[in-house]
């Protein structure tokens, strides 16, 4: 039977893999969010990862996005790729994974294959997933259906790690050949490389980690960041002095946003419990960074009052995505920053070029900088690539503006 695939979730990981696989596949995407698919079906994506010739070549194949259930009822190949957040308490809100577990249990069908990408503990798949799954479907898995996970690594913002140079973990616990090598072959076409394994508990253990390391290391030199700074010790040289030694990691220091780093670390915690285990250094990455914001913004009132200015001067903020080059506001800390600012000062203006004020207009945000306003200091939360020269372009001919930077 001709393979029919169909992704659940077009956002900033759906989509690339939706783009790559309706290169080669007839695929049908599927997301609840009305807007999004409008946009997209005139090829705008209001994230601004991918340019409308980027988009377009889906049509190629007669491929689709589509907000209509009834669509997904042909398709015998899904892929996962919905939000996995957490609540305010911080424990896993798994609502969004179970309704899509729901909506394809409804449609499934004998041999039909089903595949995870969004980040999750380990056993999210074999339990939740597949019990909502056989229960709506009254099939069974691994006999009449069968279970993957394939956890997700795009970097968005990142030009040179695209979707497909990056190596993809393939987990698919089902012996068949057949099946084994379809899987392959269509995986093969979201990534050159891939990392098989039959198990799905560590290819989810796998993506939740990676992420924790990052979230940690992160933390650990945002600590190291702070020292110097009450000790007077220039950061920069301390990093590049010890980075003379083989095996020293270089990491920079940071306001950590978005979707996963301030998330997944509380996936692999709540799990953590289930076996009357203490992890005592999994979450330490999570208070240090979060502090960052209020650390962030005493620095600001600093900065401002070494140069005799204060928060109520005329402020123009660069940057409020939650990191470089990206126009994703998910728990994005300078975001908070600007926030807290505008209590106290309402006429900022924040430029995010990466941020679409078409589709996201805030009446603080501008789109463009005219050399001949006028503004006391320039507040660099977050250095895109895009909006720099327009940045020192005002510098130039604004010669008293005071430029803050923060790292
Ligand atoms: N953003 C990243 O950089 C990144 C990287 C690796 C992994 N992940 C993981 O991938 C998953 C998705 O993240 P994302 O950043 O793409 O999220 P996103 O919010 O950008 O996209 C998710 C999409 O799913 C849609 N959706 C929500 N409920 C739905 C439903 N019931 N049926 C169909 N569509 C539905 C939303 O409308 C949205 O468009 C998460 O688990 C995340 O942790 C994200």
Avoid at 100 to 128: A, H, M, Q, R, W
Avoid at 193 to 219: C, H, M, P, W, Y
Wanted: aromatic content about 10%; overall charge positive; charged content about 30%.
């Amino acid at each position: 039977m001709k393979t029919k695939i169909c992704i659940i979730g077009i956002g900033y990981v759906g989509l690339p893999i939706f783009l790559n696989l309706s290169k080669t596949f007839k695929v049908t995407g599927y997301d609840i969010n009305k807007n999004r698919i409008d946009k997209l079906n005139k090829f705008v994506d209001v994230y601004k990862e991918f340019k409308k010739n980027e988009i377009k070549i889906f049509k190629k194949t007669g491929s689709k996005l589509t907000t209509d259930k009834s669509e997904i009822k042909k398709c015998n190949f899904f892929i996962v790729a919905v939000p996995t957040p957490i609540f305010k308490n911080k424990k896993p809100d798994l609502r969004i994974l179970s309704k899509s577990c729901e909506l394809i249990g409804k449609v499934l069908k004998k041999d039909d294959i089903v595949f995870f990408e969004s980040t999750v503990y380990p056993g999210i798949t074999n339990n939740l997933c597949r019990k909502i799954l056989e229960n709506t479907s009254k099939l069974k898995s691994s006999k009449d259906f069968f279970l993957g996970y394939s956890p997700e690594r795009i970097n968005p913002g990142d030009q040179k790690k695209k979707l497909n140079s990056i190596n993809k973990i393939v987990a698919f616990n089902n012996k068949d050949p057949k099946r084994v090598r379809l899987v392959k072959s269509i995986f093969k076409k979201v990534s050159k490389k891939i990392a098989f394994t039959s198990n799905l508990e560590s290819a989810e253990t796998a993506k939740v980690i990676e992420n924790i390391q990052r979230d940690l290391n992160i933390g650990l030199f945002n600590e190291i960041f702070k020292f110097c700074e009450k000790a007077n010790i220039n950061f920069n040289e301390v990093i590049e002095l010890a980075s003379t030694k083989w095996n020293f990691i270089k990491y920079k220091p940071g306001l950590v946003g978005g979707h996963c780093l301030p998330v997944d670390p509380y996936y692999l915690s709540h799990i953590s419990k289930k076996y009357n285990l203490k992890m005592e250094i999994l979450l330490a990455g999570r208070k240090v960074n979060d502090q960052m914001e209020s650390y962030i913004y005493k620095k600001i009132i600093n900065e401002l009052k070494k140069n005799r200015l204060s928060l109520k001067s005329k402020l123009l903020i660069f940057g409020e995505s939650y990191k470089p080059n990206v126009g994703d506001q998910r728990n994005s800390i300078a975001q908070k920053i600007i926030l807290k600012i505008l209590k106290i000062n309402k006429k900022i203006k924040v430029f995010d070029p990466t941020i679409d004020n078409k589709f996201f207009y805030k009446k603080y945000r501008i789109d463009k900088i005219n050399v001949k306003d006028r503004f006391h200091a320039i507040i660099q939360l977050v250095n895109h690539d895009d909006g720099k020269r327009e940045i020192q372009k005002y510098l130039k001919f604004n010669k008293r503006t005071v430029f803050i930077k923060l790292f």
